[in-house]
């Protein structure tokens, strides 16, 4: 039997953003009738707002998230084995970074389905590329450890490594600790360590800032509280 | 005075692939007519065929790339500094990714211009995402050494890295070269390491295919020759 390809689809990386996707992107949404989503409700909630031609009771949504199990993937990807076209998208972004959506790609390699992925916006690709720092070799780090001596080191590790190794280092943290996180930054980096901050990308809130950890401590602190943000460190 | 934006503006990563450019991007294309790229033959060419509205002769394209020294970035940003718009762009892809660009877009930070990145196509991003390989952590390591013992040794240090920070490792080779960067991989890899190869991304022969070493020695060799790949390595 044909089987169907496994679409990779970016979404928005928030509210009125929608301008940020491709117009052949929105076309393959469209052309779509199965999907695999983090969460069924923010997918349904996208595809109409992107008027799908289809009605939500003739559109198939199951849900990939941090609840989901091994086993239940080749269920997910049943759909593509069975010859249909499949769908998959995350809460924001590009699925397959950073996502629980990397083991149905990875099973859909594994049973020789076809994956086509698909140009989006990425908060940090964006935030690599408005950084000003070395792009040639990077490292995206994920979550910190929460715990503040751990996160401490943690951070000094990266600028030994960023120093050492001409490697910017990227991380993230739950938007509503961002203000921790910038304070950890200044304690824990030598003042001639570069630090940029990419808030809110794509939005019409967004900012972005590279300035070294001396510089930081001369300005107003930013407003960081529940906007989602990326940390650069390098030099 | 008031100084302009520096906007981050992808292409294409290849012919007949205009289609994954969001129309935000076209329509800042057009607004702008001061530019730096990495080849202006290649700028005008795409404004050309993107039909800005302003004849060449009347569009300000400089030059920034492998032979430009660090002299020059003044005079590059200039625009920006006397209230300009200016777009940075590269040769294929997103600028301020592993090109010249981002000492432009340092300077920029460096001066209080406000640095504004667009979505576009990046490979790295996009084989990323079709790799099915952990997204959560990964490190991009640009071009390996080119002398074959320490390639085969770096090969097996960036494998070693994957398994024990579960942090997929990406990289890249030049075109003519990748058939040899196969055989290396084969030879340097362990039978269960999984190995990504994304060639032509967004373009009409794209090819992506993850399977393990021992997968890929059971298989006749992929076509990879004068193709633009990138090389992901992971479990």
């Known amino acids: ?110 049973r020789q389905i076809k994956v086509f992925p698909m140009v989006g916006p990425s908060s940090i690709l964006l935030a690599l590329m408005a950084s000003g720092m070395n792009g040639q070799q990077f490292c995206f780090n994920g979550y910190l450890p929460q715990k503040k001596p751990d996160l401490i080191r943690k951070l000094q590790l990266l600028e030994k490594q960023a120093l050492k190794f001409k490697q910017t280092q990227l991380f993230i943290e739950t938007p509503y600790r961002n203000g921790a996180m910038f304070e950890a930054c200044l304690e824990a980096l030598a003042p001639n360590t570069r630090l940029c901050i990419a808030c809110d990308l794509t939005l019409p809130t967004q900012y972005v800032r590279t300035c070294d950890i001396a510089d930081w401590k001369k300005q107003p602190t930013p407003e960081l509280h529940k906007r989602p943000a990326v940390f650069l460190l390098g030099h």
């Open 1 to 110: 039997m044909k089987t169907g390809t496994l679409y990779l689809l970016p979404i928005p990386l928030g509210e009125d953003a929608n301008h940020t996707l491709p117009e052949y992107l929105i076309q393959q949404f469209h052309r779509l009738d199965y999907f695999v989503a983090e969460r069924a409700k923010t997918a349904r909630r996208f595809l109409k707002e992107i008027n799908h031609p289809k009605p939500m009771s003739e559109i198939h949504i199951e849900e990939l998230n941090k609840h989901s199990q091994a086993e239940d993937l080749p269920f997910l990807l049943k759909p593509a084995l069975e010859g249909h076209d499949l769908g998959l998208l995350s809460e924001a972004g590009c699925p397959g970074v950073a996502d629980p959506g990397a083991q149905l790609i990875q099973l859909a390699h594994n």
